[in-house]
């Protein structure tokens, strides 16, 4: 059986779920949606999609569409995704889910309500190395996590790119999503600062949390778009989990390859979408097949939920709040 699937959002993001899908047998792109017409067409002739559409209400009503990946910009997230399970349709949604409390209820009520999936995006569940880091966390002689440091840094030269959201939202979203998992819980109080280096831009591009969660374990969050773009460094990521009997540490992924050739130094993904034989595989590629799997019925329980995706936004409007009142910021009862 196929699967007959749109995308939502042609940036590079977008584009690089299209190369993911059109090597599975199982998947048929059948149509496109961007505001901008150009690239439409161009994303359309590359890789032989046969419809394009600049509405997002016509496009969701094509009638042969099975699922959607919302791959738009983040204030999008919610109402699009109403738009298409309004019309029956299964939905990839890319982290972060949404960035209101008022649009997380939303999103909540509306999952509890649709037949349609709605798989949030934290790609990084979906990586080699963070589920080895879980399946030994999850070992008897592991013992229990007593706390948990995450950094996440970007080269300077990514900011504009991104710097229309919060980097807690841009950044330090996947982080949250790996702390909540690893744990089972959500954050009881934090505290946060932030530092605007670029003027031009409205966001920060340097963030630092600290957070207890509700079963104890406090955290140290880190995300700095300040790396200097000669390191050639797609990201600097580390996690590391202090536990009773030991620690896990862990340094990708994106960069476990490094080339320098003629004083010019490049990292290589080796695993959220690396090419081996000629086929992209990876973290995107197995998100993305789990995701048809829950279309065909071959699962029936996502790797992320909506509800752990909206605790990992209330977690990261705490930080905002905290960082915006320079005070610590207690998660309200009414809150997940």
Not at 137 to 148: C, D, F
Not at 307 to 315: D, I, L, R
Request: hydrophobic share 40%; net charge negative; proline share 5%.
């Amino acid at each position: 059986m196929q699967v007959n699937l749109g995308i939502v959002g042609v940036g590079d993001f977008g584009r690089m779920h299209i190369q993911a899908l059109k090597q599975n047998p199982e998947v048929q792109i059948i149509a496109v949606c961007s505001r901008t017409e150009e690239k439409l067409k161009s994303v359309c002739e590359e890789y032989k999609i046969p419809a394009w559409y600049t509405d997002v209400d016509a496009f969701l009503k094509h009638p042969h569409l099975d699922g959607v990946i919302i791959a738009t910009g983040e204030d999008t997230h919610y109402p699009f995704t109403r738009k298409a399970v309004e019309q029956g349709k299964h939905v990839l949604l890319e982290k972060p889910v949404c960035l209101t409390k008022e649009d997380a209820g939303r999103l909540l009520a509306l999952n509890k309500t649709t037949p349609s999936v709605i798989l949030p995006g934290h790609i990084l569940r979906y990586d080699s190395a963070y589920n080895q880091a879980k399946q030994a966390l999850e070992e008897t002689q592991a013992g229990e996590i007593q706390s948990i440091r995450v950094k996440r840094n970007v080269p300077v030269e990514r900011f504009s790119l991104h710097s229309r959201t919060h980097p807690v939202f841009m950044a330090l979203a996947h982080d949250i999503d790996i702390i909540l998992w690893l744990t089972g819980s959500q954050a009881k109080r934090v505290f946060a600062m932030e530092k605007k280096t670029k003027p031009e831009f409205e966001n920060p591009d340097i963030v630092f949390a600290l957070a207890e969660l509700e079963n104890g374990v406090v955290c140290s969050l880190e995300t700095q778009w300040r790396l200097p773009n000669e390191y050639g460094r797609y990201l600097d990521t580390e996690l590391e989990v202090m536990t009773s009997k030991g620690n896990v540490k862990l340094q990708t992924p994106g960069n476990a390859l490094q080339t320098m050739f003629l004083g010019c130094q490049t990292g290589y993904d080796v695993t959220l979408w690396p090419e081996v034989c000629g086929k992209m595989t990876g973290a995107l590629v197995n998100e993305e097949q789990h995701f048809v799997d829950l279309i065909l019925g071959r699962c029936r329980k996502p790797v992320v939920t909506v509800e752990e995706a909206v605790k990992g936004v209330t977690m990261a409007q705490m930080i905002l709040e905290s960082c915006k009142t320079k005070m610590p910021v207690w998660r309200g009862e009414e809150e997940l």
